[in-house]
Structures are given as C-alpha cells and as structure tokens.
C-alpha cells in the first residue's frame, strides 16, 4: 500500500491537468464531457451506446457531477470526485463485495480460470460505468465511452484510467438507482425477451458425451422428477474441436439428440468458440479465407493462434462482411434443432500468447461505421461484437424464434445480445458467497440475464457446498449448474438421496414463480431495471441496506435470504415468509427463506416439470396486504417464445386485492395486450402477521371472498 502512495506521489508530477474541452446536456439529467484533445476518429463510435447522443442544450448551474481530465504518465484520466457517504456499484462482472468503494479493477476481458490470475481483479467482461447512491437515495450513474484497457478506482474519486486516446464521459442524474438502470437502458439499449424455456433451470458440464449420455442426463431428470429445461453440449461434441462441426463418433446424429431432448421436454444449448482451426479443406476455415475475414497481425498476416483445435485463426468480427459469414454459418448448424448457442473462449482466450490473448497490436480491419483499429482498442468487444454476429444468424436461421445466447465474454451494452454466466468460479463456499454482489453488480451493470456456475466449475463440491449452491441457484436469472472436465459428476442426483431432495425442491420453487420470474423479466427487457436486484433497491434511504450482499431481492417483490446469511440486514416493515411448494418440504437446511414485500401479490404456477408445461390455467396468487390492508401484483404472460407479443398477443394483468374486515375482494385488470388471462382457478395465499389463510378452487367470477376466521 505505502509502496503504491509513493508511486502515487511521484507520478503526481507527471499529472497534467487539463480543463474539460466541452460539456454538454444529451438527454433529461444526463450530460457529456468531453476531454481537451478529444477526437472522434480515434474513439468513435460507441460501442456501449445505442445511437449518438444528441446534443440538446448546456447544463445547468446547479449541476452536481464535474468531470475533471488529466493525463498521467501517457495514461487518459478522468476523474468524477464524489461527496462523501456515496456508495459505488457496478462497474461489471467483478469478484469483491457489493459495494465498490475503495476497490479497483481493470477492464481487459480475461479468461481467468478459478478468479485465480490478478487476484480476481479482471474477469472475462468490461463494463466501463459506475453507479453512485447519494446518502439521501438518490443517485447516478457514470459511463466512460471507450473500449480500451482501463482501471477504475474508486475512492473520494472515481478514476478511469485509460491506456486509449482521450475519450468522453458521460454523467447521468436521478432521484433513484433505480431511474438511473432505466436512463442507462434507454443509452446502451435493452435486454431482448428471452424465450421462457432459457427461465428454467439448466444442466451442464465439461462435456456430457456421447450423445447417449446426454440423453441419461436428461432421462434421469426426468425420472427423478427434477425440473429441468436445458442440457448444454460443451466442446466434447465437435469434430475435433472444429466449430460448427460434429463428431461422428460421439455425435453422429445430431438432430436424433435434440429430437430426443425435445420429446421429452428439454431444451438443447450447443457451444461456438470464436477460433477456426486452420486447416485446409475443413469448410469454415475455406470460406473465411475466401472471404478474407480473419484478424490480421502487424504484418498483415492471418493471425494463428492456439486454442483447443491447435492452431486457430480468429475471424475480426469488426467487419461486416465476417460478421455477415459468420452468422450464416448457423443456417446448417440450427437445422439439426439447436434451441441455443454457447459463446465460449471469446475475451478471445489465445493458449500461447502472454496474457492468455491475441497481441495488442494484431489489426481489426473494420468497415461501415467501425474503423480499422488495433485489437488493443477492440479487445473488450470482440466477445459482444462475436455475439452480435451469432445473433444475427441464429435469428436468421429461426426468425420465429427468440435467440437465445450465452456468452463468457461482454462489454458494456452486450445484454442487447446474449445472456451472461460469470465464467469459471470454484466449487468453493467463498465462490458460493461471492456469487451474489457478482450477479448483482452486473445487473447493475445493466446485464439482467446472468448467473454463475452452481456448484462451482472448478474443483469438487461437498454435498453440503452443493445443496446450499442450488438452493440458491433457484433464484439467480440464469440457474445453470455446470463444472469442469475432470471433476466429479455434479448433476443434483449425484450427491445422496438428500441433496437430490433439496435439488427437487429448490427447482420446484424455481418453477412455481415462473409466472413472477417472467413478469420480472419482461419488466427488465422493458425498462432496463435487473431482475436480480440488491436488497437496497427496497428502501434507497435506508443506509443499512446498502452493504447487503448476502441477502437479495428478485424483482421489487421478493427477498431472498440463504440459510447461511450471517447477519442480513432486511429491509422495514414485515415482510413474511411464503412458503413455495410447501412448508414442510421447504424447511431443511438448505433452502432460502422467501418473504414477500408487504403491498405485494406474486403470482404461481402449478409444480411443473418444464416450461412445455407451463400454464396458468391454475394460478396462485400469494397476497401480502399492507398496512391498509392492501395489496397489488403484475402478472405477464405470452406465447413463451416467438414474437407474437410484439403484435399485441400478450397479456399484461394487473391484480388488486383489499382486505375489509373478514372479506377480500380481488379484482383482476387486463391493463395491456389482446389476450385475455386464461386462469379458470385460482388459489389464494393470503399472508398476514397471524399466518396464511388458504383459499383453493375459486373461479373468476367468485374473487369476493369471505374469510372463515379461524
Ligand atoms: O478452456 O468448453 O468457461 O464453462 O466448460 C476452457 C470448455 C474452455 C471454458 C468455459 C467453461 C467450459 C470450458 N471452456
């Protein structure tokens, strides 16, 4: 530390202040700074940003937030000095607590296994913004416009340290964090709906093969009456590691697995790496060389690289024409039924080159909009140009279908395009615990759709490790357990009889809030607010909130609370427990507690088994009436996938309940879509302080309901 001071100090000598060259207002509270030296050409456009800012006036007096721009030692800085007790978020996928203050990180997409290499402070993902909250709620958000490798330090200050050009930044203001997610998905865009099968829960590892034990994977599941939608296929199902080819002796009949899988009501996600084996006569590598579009070095060489095929090249995903390859290349790879694609290895990990990727100098030809660049200004985008491309094939293979995609690495605004896992975690209960400020920070970020591997990759999960991992994995956005070649077997079965029951259970309650998890999600893909969210979002005054990491909120309603929480700090007013798929079977030493905020109606699903069955023709509303004995909850609900919701075919039902003395009058609103809610029985759960009062079986027209005191 003292060492770091010193240097701080003598580097001070270097410091050139300079002044902001320009300042400008773009939208409603969010302006831009520009630094003196600026130049478009070398740091335009956007590749976080949605569209060019418009410039729509000066800002005002009292603006609060200053960006002051330096160049230290050759490096761009800028520099936001915030008031003191403002708690810092985001700032992407990092390992670390919850709040941000006085740590720093560096964005340059890192394959890292374990979290073991710089001390966890890079991982696979970028995401150059910071998210304040002021003492009194409110709040704002700071995006540093650049892709280059840069630190941020947080402290009295907030620093980009950039090793790029001067770049700009951009300060956004609001009276909430949670206004603040809505204004950085109205700059960076929004999560597309996902389809509602990528919702339920997931099984992967290193690899499942042949493809008959894929199908015992999935057979067994279904056996033991664990709810599952998706089996992965990792890399063990290629030809030789050659992407977008199949092995002929472990997967000779592609389509006949995923025929499998869907009878039997799964899903099947496949892995894509970015790297192409060079091998003549091996058809991806022909027809990019053909079309010339490989990532070329200093000397305008093809750049080899090794990954898992050998020797690979890497198509530059900058310019059109290799994005345009690349995505047709899923016409015949999504014939075979493929549901989704995994986007692995794309930061990109490079085997043989120091720091585990290509060189910094290697050359990104660009073309349209994007200019010719060296990979040290593409680097932190490759993977969210990568899934860009893949985006655009596997929706043009399936124009019907919503893509669904899964990415390692990502940047600032790669939620328009693929979903997120937060790489290659450790079977340990400190990857456990840190598991949650991760998913949380960056849906903060703004990447709603992410979670880690549960039970870890790396390394061998106790029973009690994994028990503990997937009763909380019910609750994550994206709920995958996965490990690594070499491990011991992870599937819920594979640890005794107990943890294979509290594998059904948690998975169980996942599936009963499908119909709430889902209304989260179109609320995210609408406003950019995260599904998963921190405990403090309940309460943005309530400074003991702000630390919370262990326990979390999904959506505004529910608060999830692990078993082994040491001291969560829980939001006012009485929030009570629910119990999901019922009481008896909840209460081990596993499974979360869920409470409901007091207000608040969650709707539930039947137990299901996968979202082939997914239906609310039976439908539970727990209802959790506040002070004044009232209550209101959301209810959205579509086709599940496809596209149909965008032409109206959706409901969106506002549900509203008033409890007057021993009677209860539940109304229930169509608010907006042409569907009508189909529910033809509906369960009610009504949570008080003295306890739950069920009510089964009532119709729709019989929602006034008198309450036999008991
Ligand atoms: O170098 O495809 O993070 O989830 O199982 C390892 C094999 C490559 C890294 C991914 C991991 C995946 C593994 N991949």
Redesign the pocket.
């Known amino acids: 530390m003292k060492i770091i001071f010193c240097l701080l100090f003598i580097l001070s000598f270097h410091i050139e202040m300079q002044a902001t060259e320009r300042q400008a207002l773009i939208g409603d509270s969010i302006a831009v700074f520009y630094p003196p030296g600026f130049n478009a050409q070398e740091i335009l456009p956007s590749l976080a940003l949605v569209r060019e800012p418009g410039e729509i006036g000066s800002l005002p007096e009292q603006w609060k937030l200053h960006v002051e721009f330096s160049n230290v030692c050759g490096k761009n800085v800028a520099c936001i000095p915030v008031s003191p007790h403002t708690d810092l978020y985001g700032t992407g996928e990092v390992k670390g607590n919850l709040v941000r203050n006085g740590t720093n990180i560096t964005l340059w997409n890192t394959?890292n296994?374990c979290y073991g290499k710089y001390h966890g402070r890079r991982l696979?993902q970028s995401h150059p913004w910071v998210l304040g909250v002021r003492k009194d709620g409110t709040a704002f958000g700071i995006i540093a416009d650049n892709t280059y490798e840069q630190e941020i330090t947080l402290g009295d200050e907030i620093r980009f340290i950039s090793s790029g050009p001067p770049f700009r930044v951009i300060v956004i203001e609001r009276q909430t964090p949670q206004l603040i997610m809505q204004a950085l998905a109205e700059l960076t865009g929004k999560m597309p709906l996902p389809p509602l099968w990528s919702l339920g829960f997931q099984q992967?590892?290193?690899?499942y093969y042949p493809d008959t034990r894929v199908k015992e994977i999935a057979d067994t599941f279904r056996l033991k009456n664990i709810p599952c939608d998706v089996i992965w296929i990792?890399?063990h199902y290629m030809n030789d590691y050659k992407v977008f080819t199949f092995s002929p002796k472990h997967f000779p009949n592609p389509g006949h697995t995923n025929d499998y899988l869907h009878k039997h009501g799964f899903k099947s996600v496949w892995?894509i790496?970015p790297g192409v084996k060079k091998e003549n006569g091996y058809f991806v590598y022909d027809s990019g060389n053909k079309k010339d579009v490989w990532v070329k070095t200093q000397q305008n060489d093809d750049f080899v690289g090794e990954?898992?095929p050998g020797e690979c090249v890497f198509p530059d995903f900058t310019q059109p024409k290799a994005r345009n390859w690349w995505a047709n290349l899923y016409k015949d790879f999504m014939a075979y039924e493929v549901d989704g694609v995994w986007n692995?290895?794309n930061e990109p990990?490079v085997f043989n080159f120091p720091g585990g990727t290509m060189p910094e100098d290697n050359i990104h030809t660009g073309g349209g909009n994007l200019p010719q660049g060296t990979h040290g200004r593409y680097h932190n985008v490759y993977g969210m140009l990568m899934i860009k491309a893949s985006r655009e094939g596997i929706k043009k293979a399936n124009p019907d279908k919503r893509p669904f995609i899964l990415t390692?690495s990502n940047f600032l605004g790669g939620h328009r395009y693929g979903a997120t896992?937060t790489?290659?975690n450790a079977a340990t209960w400190k990857h456990l615990k840190v598991s949650i400020p991760m998913s949380l920070n960056l849906g903060l970020s703004g990447q709603p759709f992410n979670g880690p591997?549960i039970g870890g990759?790396g390394g061998n999960a106790t029973p009690e490790l994994f028990g503990h991992w997937i009763a909380l994995g019910a609750f994550y956005p994206f709920s995958r357990a996965?490990s690594?070649?070499g491990t011991d077997n992870q599937e819920p079965w594979s640890f005794g009889a107990e943890i294979e029951n509290v594998s059904r259970i948690a998975m169980q309650r996942r599936y009963r809030i499908l119909p709430y998890l889902y209304t989260c999600f179109r609320k995210a893909s609408l406003t950019g607010v995260p599904v998963m969210q921190p405990t403090f979002f309940a309460d943005v005054r309530d400074q003991q909130l702000r630390e919370e990491q262990e326990a979390f909120m999904l959506g505004s309603d529910l608060l999830i609370i692990p078993k082994w929480a040491e001291q969560p700090r829980l939001p006012k007013g009485s929030w009570h427990s629910i119990s999901l798929v019922g009481e008896d079977s909840e209460n081990d030493e596993y499974q979360p507690d869920v409470k409901i905020r007091p207000g608040s109606i969650v709707p539930l699903c039947e137990m299901i088994q996968n979202t082939t069955e997914y239906s609310l023709d039976t439908l539970t509303l727990v209802i959790a009436p506040d002070e004044n004995n009232e209550a209101t909850g959301w209810l959205y609900h579509d086709d599940g996938d496809g596209y149909g919701f965008r032409k109206g075919d959706y409901c969106y039902v506002m549900f509203s309940a008033k409890k007057r003395n021993n009677e209860i009058i539940i109304d229930i609103l169509n608010k907006e879509g042409k569907r009508n809610l189909s529910t033809k029985i509906f369960n009610l759960q009504l949570i008080s302080d003295e306890g739950v009062t069920e009510i089964k079986g009532k119709k729709p027209g019989e929602l006034k309901i008198t309450i036999n005191n008991q």
């Open positions: 394959d296994v696979y992967s590892r290193w690899s990792d890399i892995m790496d990954v898992w692995d290895m990990s390692r896992w790489g290659d591997d990759f996965h690594m070649r």
